[in-house]
């Protein structure tokens, strides 16, 4: 049963817009024939269809009508902190110790907020 009358179960035989897809052994054999650098790249555990679910759904017999599925790669939040902190890197020696300087700190900071609103922003709806 829904947890609220406005939510429905989801139906897990069926894929649609917004659904996270782990990667797994499967799915990697899928991804390696047409995007390798995902496949086999670590840091890209997880993908988020783009495709819009009307496109997805069968009818009947026929296939959907979607003829591919867009995905987007989730990367985890410290992995996105970490290449946008690469970005200010100046010397091999920040890059070995992973430090930044302090006056590109406040642009890190800058970086968290929107990445944060934007996360909020995409959860009201």
Known sequence: ???????????????NQGDVLEKAPEFVGLLRESHPHYADRAG??????LTQSCDLVRRGAAPCAAEYVNLAAILPVAEAIRREAARFQEGDWQRAESVISSRDRDKIVLFLQRLVATSLASNRG
């Open 1 to 15: 049963m829904p947890a609220h009358y406005v939510y429905d179960d989801p139906d897990l035989t069926a894929l």
């Open 44 to 49: 890209y555990e997880y993908f988020m269809v």
